[in-house]
Nanobody, 128 residues
């Protein structure tokens, strides 16, 4: 059974940093596309970043480019999202997700409807 467990959320001031982690289990991690998504109250779930299993390609939504970095440790089956220079508009519930059929480019990699498995989410709050 596929399980994704996020951690690392919290409350920070604008300009601060957080690192989110997602521990995966129950499948061959290295064959999947892994993504981070976020959802603020009253808004649709938004793709933030994704990474191919090989780590050769990463994808980001424009609003986080240069501030967020997605990475993974395949030996630990763990996905990370380093978030720097956080802004109040980054505040949301952040979810880790796994897609069995690969990333297939940015339009798929950042599309929440294309993902098979989801974690329970971790809350990020950014105060101004």
């Amino acid at each position: 059974q596929v399980q994704l467990v996020e951690s690392g959320g919290g409350s920070v001031q604008a300009g601060g940093s957080l690192r989110l982690s997602c521990k995966a289990s129950g499948y061959t991690y290295s064959t999947y596309c892994m993504g981070w998504f976020r959802q603020a109250p009253g808004k649709e779930r938004e793709g933030v970043a994704a990474i191919r299993a090989s780590g050769a390609s990463t994808y980001y939504v424009d609003s986080v480019k240069g501030r967020f970095t997605i990475s993974q440790d395949n030996t630990k089956n763990t996905l990370y999202l380093q978030m720097n220079s956080l802004k109040p508009e980054d505040a949301a519930m952040y979810y880790c997700a796994a897609r069995a059929s690969g990333c297939l480019g940015v339009s798929v990699a950042l599309d929440a409807t294309r993902y098979n498995y989801w974690g329970q989410g971790t809350q990020v709050t950014v105060s101004s």
